[in-house]
């Protein structure tokens, strides 16, 4: 079946899986991996060692340098920026500064969002436009401003979550009222 990528894209190598489509002016370092079934949109830069799972959304404009990790059916919205070194300056730079970044299956980054290196952005999570996540998001976790704090929890259907059907010391049990999933928030869900 193979990969579609458009003529003024540069990718330089063939770790991409069937049915992605590499869109125009896409810069797609070696050594970086996509999924199946992705959707890499206009002025994307994926660096070096970058891993993308399978059917993820990457919109036009966003740049995913050498460290981070994205499992499959991650949305990132426009213009997205993940960083990685925490302390970068322009007259040095070393493969040992770079500070891993991950991001769970199903979680949803919002446009304009800067993730700062070394988070870990759990499962079916939630970032919102312009946030700048400074710090870990729990699975579900609905989070924004800058910087971006915890908000509540959001179901898989991505709207938050308000009544609780269980609760106990290890996990809270939430119903979604807009299509009845129930979503435990607790129990670990990035291993």
Partial sequence: MGYYTHETAIVENDSVGDGTKIWHFVHVRKG?????????????YIDTDVKIGDMVKIQNFTSIYNGV???????????????????PRAFKWSEEDIIP?????????GANATIICGVKIGSYAMIGA????TRDVPCFGLVFGNPAV?????????????????KDKKKIVYECKHCGKKVTIGKECNK
């Fill in 69 to 87: 990790r994205i499992e499959d059916d991650v949305f990132v919205g426009p213009s997205v920026t993940f960083t990685n070194d925490m302390y």
């Fill in 101 to 109: 970044t991950f991001v769970g299956k199903g979680a949803s980054i």
């Fill in 150 to 166: 915890l908000k509540g929890f959001v179901c898989y259907c991505g709207r938050k979550l308000g009544k609780v059907v269980k």
């Fill in 130 to 133: 312009g946030s700048v996540v």
């Fill in 32 to 44: 970086a991996t996509i999924g199946k079934g992705c959707n890499i949109g206009k002025g994307v």
